[in-house]
Nanobody, 128 residues
Framework: VQLQASGGGLVQAGGSLKLSCVASGRPISGYPIGWFRQQPGKEREIVAAMRRTAHMTYYADSVKGRFTISRDNAQNTVYLQMNSLKVEDTAVYYC??????????????????????WGQGTLVTVSS
């Protein structure tokens, strides 16, 4: 599966953005999905993840209550709705898909090495 992320841009603190990740080649419905980000000078980190169905999601503590991950299988697209953005949310955001996620909990959902397919990043800049 190929992934194409978009929707990044410049936004003021407190604002909102919605990132999209369009899948091609295979139906995205068959894949657990994740959004990661890499902030300047830092390693890439998990932001949010979802198993094949929406019955289980994972959010980093730093984004809980502000970000929402979702998927539209009919559009073969996954989304990351980002509200109440903060300057520290500035980062390059990546979408990813996994062939499978071990176990039944959230531990492996949050690990970068669980994911097999990556989109190119989209830059989100939050100004004060």
């Amino acid at each position: 599966v190929q992934l194409q992320a978009s929707g990044g841009g410049l936004v003021q603190a407190g604002g909102s953005l919605k990132l999209s990740c369009v899948a091609s080649g295979r139906p995205i419905s068959g894949y657990p999905i994740g959004w990661f980000r890499q902030q300047p000078g830092k390693e890439r980190e998990i932001v949010a993840a979802m198993r094949r169905t929406a019955h289980m999601t994972y959010y980093a503590d730093s984004v809980k209550g502000r970000f929402t991950i979702s998927r539209d299988n009919a559009q073969n697209t996954v989304y990351l709705q980002m509200n109440s953005l903060k300057v520290e949310d500035t980062a390059v955001y990546y979408c990813a898909a996994a062939r499978s996620v071990p176990g039944s909990g959230t531990y492996f959902m949050a690990r970068e090495d669980t994911y097999d397919y990556w989109g190119q990043g989209t830059l989100v800049t939050v100004s004060s």
